[in-house]
């Protein structure tokens, strides 16, 4: 299964971007919870937010409030949008879906927020 990641970049502190993140299997996306995790400088990987297949979504308090994690399963695809971004959200994001020890990893997207 590939996932491929778009919608980084860089924006100034206060603003917003979308992730996008598609599968290549529908099969494999439904059927499992799908995630967005990042990696900042010198930093280690750490979970952003997680969707279930059915739905329900969880966050780390780091991004509560402004993160939304949102999932197409007739499109494979899972949304990120990010709201009032701060210096410290600026790392590479990636998606993954299925178990946190296996499953499938996209190749990430840097997004960065200037001050």
């Known amino acids: 299964v590939q996932l491929q990641a778009c919608g980084g970049g860089l924006v100034q502190a206060g603003g917003s971007l979308r992730l996008s993140c598609v599968a290549s299997?529908?099969?494999?996306?439904?059927?499992?919870?799908v995630d967005w995790h990042r990696q900042g400088p010198g930093k280690q990987r750490e979970l952003v937010a997680t969707i279930s297949k059915g739905g329900s979504a969880n966050y780390a308090d780091s991004v509560k409030g402004r993160f939304t994690i949102s999932r197409d399963n007739a499109k494979s695809t899972v949304y990120l949008q990010m709201v009032s971004l701060k210096p410290e959200d600026t790392a590479v994001y990636y998606c993954h879906v299925g178990p946190l020890v296996s499953g499938y990893w996209g190749q990430g997207t840097l997004v960065t927020v200037s001050s």
């Open positions: 299997s529908n099969l494999v996306f439904s059927m499992h919870n």
